[in-house]
């Protein structure tokens, strides 16, 4: 019997990745499984989602600003919309089951199938639960969860520890440091920072590595910068004519760049902290300070307590982020610590776990509706 499941969310890659990994382990356990993406209109998850495979379709949506009150004030009418979208596309592909991986189209989508009694499951990817999962959580099927603690946002007989499931390729990379290095044209001798700002990019961090590349290069550095494309020109410029330094818009193969790293700056999105426990690099965490109930503190926070990583506040970035990353570079035995520290925390095979929990849940309803 083919059972057919709608995953909801996205907006960013963290979101957008994990369903992915989700839906592909569905796909390998039960070949049948139909999946169905719901996303925003003009998300990337619209690009990402078909280019994984999968078919997608988007709501008319758009989330709460918090930097500008006044352009919500269509936020009521948009809400309705998509809710009469979502009743749509519950009509025509008929969901046995809901998944919810964050982002904002996820709430209407995992609200109407709890209205109309569907199973619904949601991940929640970061140690800080976002309000909306929150809502959801009270009637969810089971709450996925990356973290410990979080009995505190939903109720604890339906959570389930999973961590969050990590991209195949670099979950199992098996790429060589120098073989990595000379895909991005670099020494192989030389020590190797990877900067990491997300798929949208990271206005801070981006904009001390421009002003500091030369001296990060000038101390026997050579970086591997990923701006994202609102900073993609500027970056361009900043490396121009200078061959310790690769930059891009986007890494394609982003196992090629752990690989290839002695250490990584990045932000501290719940996909960025388990990528890094995966592959046990150590790293300068710059939290995005405005994203949803300051997660990003949080997660980073995790990780600096423990000391597998180094937190550097957003606002602190300019005059400290260089700095840091030259010393930390040139302090092996400190990178060894962190790696070390940062490794066990990582939670592998989150994505099976899930999808066997997902179908171990609709294989009891399947049996209990076949005995009544």
């Given at each position: 019997?083919?059972?057919?499941?709608?995953?909801?969310?996205?907006?960013?890659?963290?979101?957008?990745?994990?369903?992915?990994?989700?839906?592909?382990?569905?796909?390998?356990?039960?070949?049948?499984?139909?999946?169905?993406?719901?996303?925003?209109?003009?998300?990337?998850?619209?690009?990402?989602?078909?280019?994984?495979?999968?078919?997608?379709?988007?709501?008319?949506?758009?989330?709460?600003?918090?930097?500008?009150?006044?352009?919500?004030?269509?936020?009521?009418?948009?809400?309705?919309?998509?809710?009469?979208?979502?009743?749509?596309?519950?009509?025509?592909?008929?969901?046995?089951?809901?998944?919810?991986?964050?982002?904002?189209?996820?709430?209407?989508?995992?609200?109407?199938?709890q209205f109309s009694g569907l199973m619904t499951?949601?991940?929640?990817?970061?140690?800080?639960?976002?309000?909306?999962?929150?809502?959801?959580?009270?009637?969810?099927?089971?709450?996925?969860?990356?973290?410990?603690?979080?009995?505190?946002?939903?109720?604890?007989?339906?959570?389930?520890?999973?961590?969050?499931?990590?991209?195949?390729?670099?979950?199992?990379?098996?790429?060589?440091?120098?073989?990595?290095?000379?895909?991005?044209?670099?020494?192989?001798?030389?020590?190797?920072?990877?900067?990491?700002?997300?798929?949208?990019?990271?206005?801070?961090?981006?904009?001390?590595?421009?002003?500091?590349?030369?001296?990060?290069?000038?101390?026997?550095?050579?970086?591997?910068?990923?701006?994202?494309?609102?900073?993609?020109?500027?970056?361009?410029?900043?490396?121009?004519?200078?061959?310790?330094?690769?930059?891009?818009?986007?890494?394609?193969?982003?196992?090629?760049?752990?690989?290839?790293?002695?250490?990584?700056?990045?932000?501290?999105?719940?996909?960025?902290?388990?990528?890094?426990?995966?592959?046990?690099?150590?790293?300068?965490?710059?939290?995005?300070?405005?994203?949803?109930?300051?997660?990003?503190?949080?997660?980073?926070?995790?990780?600096?307590?423990?000391?597998?990583?180094?937190?550097?506040?957003?606002?602190a970035a300019a005059a400290q982020l260089v700095?840091?990353?030259?010393?930390?570079?040139?302090?092996?035995?400190?990178?060894?610590?962190?790696?070390?520290?940062?490794?066990?925390?990582?939670?592998?095979?989150?994505?099976?776990?899930?999808?066997?929990?997902?179908?171990?849940?609709?294989?009891?309803?399947?049996?209990?509706?076949?005995?009544?």
């Open positions: 019997m083919s059972r057919r499941i709608i995953i909801a969310g996205g907006g960013t890659g963290g979101h957008i990745f994990p369903a992915i990994a989700i839906a592909n382990a569905l796909k390998e356990m039960e070949e049948d499984t139909e999946i169905l993406f719901v996303g925003a209109q003009g998300k990337m998850e619209m690009e990402k989602v078909p280019q994984a495979g999968f078919r997608i379709v988007g709501l008319d949506i758009a989330g709460f600003n918090r930097s500008s009150l006044i352009r919500n004030i269509g936020l009521p009418i948009k809400l309705v919309k998509s809710f009469l979208q979502v009743r749509r596309i519950f009509k025509d592909f008929r969901p046995d089951a809901v998944i919810g991986v964050g982002g904002y189209s996820s709430y209407p989508v995992l609200r109407y199938a499951f949601i991940h929640e990817s970061n140690s800080f639960a976002g309000r909306s999962n929150i809502l959801l959580g009270r009637k969810a099927t089971r709450i996925f969860v990356a973290t410990e603690g979080m009995g505190k946002f939903f109720p604890a007989d339906r959570i389930e520890l999973t961590g969050n499931p990590v991209r195949k390729s670099i979950e199992e990379s098996g790429v060589e440091r120098s073989e990595a290095i000379r895909s991005f044209r670099l020494d192989p001798d030389a020590t190797t920072v990877l900067v990491v700002g997300g798929s949208l990019g990271a206005k801070s961090i981006n904009e001390a590595i421009r002003k500091g590349v030369d001296e990060i290069t000038r101390s026997g550095l050579q970086l591997i910068w990923q701006t994202g494309k609102p900073f993609a020109e500027e970056g361009s410029k900043a490396a121009e004519g200078n061959d310790r330094v690769w930059t891009d818009a986007f890494i394609t193969r982003m196992d090629n760049a752990y690989a290839a790293a002695d250490l990584v700056v990045s932000r501290a999105g719940a996909m960025s902290i388990a990528e890094l426990c995966i592959v046990g690099k150590p790293a300068i965490l710059v939290p995005f300070p405005h994203a949803a109930e300051d997660h990003q503190t949080f997660n980073a926070r995790s990780l600096s307590e423990r000391d597998a990583g180094i937190l550097i506040p957003d606002q700095p840091t990353v030259i010393a930390l570079a040139k302090d092996v035995k400190k990178r060894k610590e962190l790696g070390d520290h940062i490794r066990p925390l990582a939670i592998r095979h989150a994505d099976k776990k899930i999808a066997s929990s997902i179908l171990e849940y609709l294989n009891k309803n399947i049996k209990r509706n076949i005995r009544s």
